[in-house]
């Protein structure tokens, strides 16, 4: 069950675009950098799937690149078309496949369990090797924040009905 | 038989995305407020959870038997399972982390295997009791699928991130695939499962 959610629309459509804002940094800056034996490297969310990539594990690569860029990527520029239009009272014909997908798609962006997964490699690596934490990581947290409230101010519940109200 | 608590048992449709409330009838196939396709219950839900779920218990076998990733160091490879490497941890005094990867990598797998067998054993076989806690069951089921991904993730940061050439290199092994088709394959399980089905053999 749901309850409803103050301001639902506006918070949404404020939240996406600084969800927007943010996904840039946090995919093309380095997450964490690694100095060990002489040698450095930084790691990008991007990077992880290019060497997954070039080592012939596309499937693994694939999924990764889905569930960290794609579907992430996609759930935001969703979220803003479907409160912008909600916003300004647009009709669109499309609103309703939009509203679909968005719901669909939900469950495959995973930003939050890839935050968990540097976590655990950290900790695996930190004996070993010397981490950087670069900036990449401080946008990627906080894109994880807002894409969690984005989540929570979402009400679908009156999302469906205003979109219903635009067809009439 | 359907039982006449269920909206379905009182001529009653509700649309999968929407939740929009409509009558049963022979001409309205979609969705008055969204225009998706309606359906009293989700198609073939049974038949396709238990060919996905089957598949997954397959993936499942070579996913723990096989080497989920190679490190390594200064020429000399070292393969780990998913298992070997939460022994690891341990062994590094990680036992919280390692209790992390424990759940993530082979609690949560398992207990969608199983927990989602129970479920379709309960529907196959119309099972009285408990309806509520079943649900609550498949509620957990669903929410928990996605932390499985955790060890996909990390082996894909270890191996950009680990990559000086001879000196020290991780390569992702064969179960990393095996693995990400576990998780992915219950995740469309725990989806296309509807767990209408449990109620709807309630009297």
Sequence with gaps: ?168 | MISKKTALGQGFIRCHDCGCLSIKSEKNRLCPLCGGRLHPRLPNSFQRTVALLLSAFCLYIPANIFPIMTVTRLGVGEPHTIIGGIIALIHGNMVPIAMLVLVASILVPLLKLVGLGLLLLNVHYRWQAHAKKWTIMYRIIAFVGRWSMLDIFMISILVSLVDMGGVAQVIAGPAATAFAAVVVLTMFAAKSFDPRLIWDNQY
């Design chain 1, 1 to 168: 069950m749901q309850r409803p959610r103050k301001q639902s629309i506006e918070r949404t459509f404020a939240l996406s675009i600084a969800g927007l804002i943010l996904i840039f940094p946090a995919n093309l800056m380095p997450l964490v950098g690694i100095k060990m034996l002489g040698g450095a490297k930084d790691g990008t969310l991007w990077s992880g799937v290019v060497a997954l990539f070039e080592e012939h594990m596309w499937g693994v690569a694939i999924l990764v690149f889905l569930s960290s860029i794609l579907f992430p990527l996609l759930n935001i520029i969703l979220s803003l078309l479907i409160s912008a239009h909600l916003y300004f009272k647009k009709p669109h014909r499309h609103l309703a496949h939009w509203m679909r997908w968005l719901q669909h798609m939900d469950e495959w962006a995973m930003l939050e369990v890839y935050m968990l997964g540097i976590i655990v490699a950290c900790v695996k690596l930190a004996s070993t090797s010397e981490l950087k934490f670069g900036f990449g990581l401080y946008a990627f947290v906080a894109l994880l924040i807002i894409t969690g409230m984005l989540a929570s101010s979402l009400d679908k519940v009156l999302f469906w009905r205003k979109i219903g109200q635009l067809r009439k």
